[in-house]
T-cell receptor
């Protein structure tokens, strides 16, 4: 079963509103990765965070890795309709680092 | 550079049959991972191959198997298909595994009837 949980499962916002999804792992992660999957598409790699407390920005997207390296967040400022999709976090698990994906957050943006 | 190529894109099979899916990773990538995606279960890890060896395995029955060839191309096989095997099967390649980001293929949509 899933060992990386994301909340919320679903978020509906008006265009221009902000959006945040949270990712929580039961164990410490060596890195956290974020992916976006558009409806009908496949996951696309967005970013990787490695350091405790790390914050990275990509235009309107801000990614944060928690101090304990067990949680992460993705914040989108002023959402646009192009932001629609499911956002997944993922982290390596186990001795041989298989990449396990979170449960995902589906973002719907109303124009 | 060319992306990750998965074939076929769509498949319809009957219960009890077997199926083989193919994945060609990005040139130079030695790690290939397979995932099953369904609406109810999200992205479930099947297995990872690295340099022709299975390095990781998920919690799927033995009906699911895979292999990797010397050119890093990978195949996965599902025998004795069940209705519940209907899903999008995604292949992802990376340089050396989960320490780097994965590049996904477009997937194979398998429908079992």
């Amino acid at each position: 079963g899933q060992q990386v949980m994301q909340i919320p499962q679903y978020q509906h916002v008006q265009e221009g509103e902000d959006f945040t999804t949270y990712c929580n792992s039961s164990t410490t992660l060596s890195n956290i990765q974020w992916y976006k999957q558009r409806p009908g598409g496949h996951p696309v790699f967005l970013i990787q965070l490695v350091k405790s407390g790390e914050v990275k920005k990509q235009k309107r997207l801000t990614f944060q890795f928690g101090e304990a390296k067990k949680n992460s967040s993705l914040h989108i400022t002023a959402t646009q309709t192009t932001d629609v999709g499911t956002y997944f976090c993922a982290g390596p698990r186990g001795a041989t680092n298989k990449l396990i994906f979170g449960t995902g957050t589906l973002l719907a943006v109303q124009p | 550079k060319a992306g990750v190529t998965q074939t076929p894109r769509y498949l319809i099979k009957t219960r009890g049959q077997q199926v083989t899916l193919s994945c060609s990773p990005i040139s130079g990538h030695r790690s290939v991972s397979w995932y099953q995606q369904t609406p109810g279960q999200g992205l479930q890890f099947l297995f990872e191959y690295f340099s022709e060896t299975q390095r990781n395995k998920g919690n799927f029955p033995g009906r699911f198997s895979g292999r990797q060839f010397s050119n890093s191309r990978s195949e996965m096989n599902v025998s004795t298909l069940e209705l519940g095997d209907s899903a999008l099967y995604l292949c992802a390649s990376s340089l050396d595994g989960a320490t780097n980001g994965y590049t996904f293929g477009s997937g194979t949509r398998l429908t079992v009837v």
